[in-house]
């Protein structure tokens, strides 16, 4: 218990630093001043002042944050006089357009190249890859399958009965609808065993012990493939583009359901649920915590660039209609939106948290 709290402390501390990072190192490069970046939530336990920025430790340990100034806009059209007109120049309601939307963008284009980062990693370690023959992954004992002599690794490559049907089997969902077909009838089985061809005689019981199956045999049309370290940076791209496209479907079709009033189905997790996702990681190890680290980026990533008030997507909403208009939207209107935002997404995620200990309590 005491170590799925510790890695899902460090694993939403990472996420929140890296994109906030983003934040902080584009906002220095641009000129903007920077008043503070900070580990952990307010309240402050240390801080230290290296230059114009305060570096701090914060007692929440979750996440951070970065304190732009001028981030909160101001009222009216203030004028630069001479004693101001320098840090008025830094301030970040004072840029211009483009600089700001880098800024905003830089915090999930940060979580982006994370994930990208973590998924190529993966990719030079072994990932599961989906393939058009059916492998045998384990024989139960005192099935069918053992009585007719099938073995782990045996490979699955036509489906026959007596004489009569002949399918090419490629993918393991349908060797399970065609084997259901026949429950107690003999089938014959082509089976590829290292470089020698087979048939093996098969007859499929119709009642069998919960999660055997009729034959006994566990199968998959997934194989563990290893990638070059040259190729898997295009590779990696390209999945955390196809998992983000998935990730956009699913949230329209939550919100979706939210606005129907439909159930929302359970994959939907708030904190509660992702510490329970880290607690099944880390009882697979480090890779499969890895491997959330990185879904879990990209998610963040997906969600901060959403045109919603308070995210990084909705800022930047406002900063394309300054652009568009030419003309600057009042501070105080803006700050009381992303108010409204950040209280509909507070109330959101405490929905989902009581959803997610009910669950837990079922």
Not at 66 to 77: A, H, N, P, R
Not at 137 to 148: D, L, M, N, R
Not at 203 to 227: H, L, N
Not at 306 to 323: M, S, T, Y
Request: hydrophobic share 50%; glycine share 10%.
């Amino acid at each position: 218990m005491t170590l799925t709290f510790l890695v899902f402390i460090f694993v939403i501390s990472i996420l929140v630093l890296v994109h906030e990072l983003g934040h902080f190192l584009t906002a220095k490069k641009l000129g903007i001043k920077v008043e503070e970046f900070g580990l952990g939530l307010p309240p402050r336990l240390i801080g230290i002042q290296k230059g114009e920025t305060i570096y701090s430790i914060n007692a929440l340990p979750i996440g951070g944050f970065v304190k732009l100034f001028g981030e909160e806009g101001t009222e009216g059209d203030p004028q630069p006089t001479t004693h101001n007109l320098q840090l008025f120049r830094r301030a970040f309601f004072a840029r211009p357009a483009w600089q700001r939307a880098v800024v905003l963008l830089a915090g999930v284009a940060m979580n982006f190249l994370l994930a990208i980062t973590i998924i190529s990693f993966l990719f030079t370690q072994g990932v599961m890859v989906p393939t058009d023959k059916v492998t045998i992954e384990k024989v139960e004992q005192g099935s069918p399958a053992e009585e007719a002599g099938l073995k782990v690794n045996d490979v699955i490559k036509e489906f026959e009965v007596r004489g009569s049907r002949f399918e090419e089997i490629k993918s393991a969902e349908r060797l399970i609808e065609i084997t259901k077909e026949y429950l107690g009838e003999e089938i014959e089985l082509i089976v590829v065993r290292g470089e020698e061809e087979m048939t093996v005689k098969i007859t499929p019981r119709q009642e069998y012990p919960e999660g055997q199956g009729p034959m006994g045999i566990a199968i998959t049309d997934f194989e563990e493939r290893v990638y070059p370290w040259y190729q898997a940076p295009f590779l990696g791209t390209n999945e955390a583009f196809k998992l983000s496209w998935a990730l956009v479907k699913g949230i329209g079709q939550t919100l979706w359901r939210l606005i129907t009033f439909q159930s929302v189905k359970g994959e939907v997790a708030g904190p509660v649920g992702i510490a329970q996702l880290t607690g099944k990681a880390v009882k697979f190890g480090k890779m499969a915590v890895l491997e959330l680290l990185g879904l879990l980026s990209l998610n963040l990533a997906v969600i901060n660039i959403l045109p919603f008030p308070a995210l990084d997507g909705g800022r930047l909403l406002f900063v394309g209609i300054e652009a568009a208009t030419g003309k600057k939207i009042r501070a105080k209107w803006e700050k009381i939106t992303h108010q409204i935002g950040m209280a509909v997404l507070l109330a959101l995620i405490f929905l989902v948290t009581v959803n997610d200990v009910l669950r837990l309590l079922r």
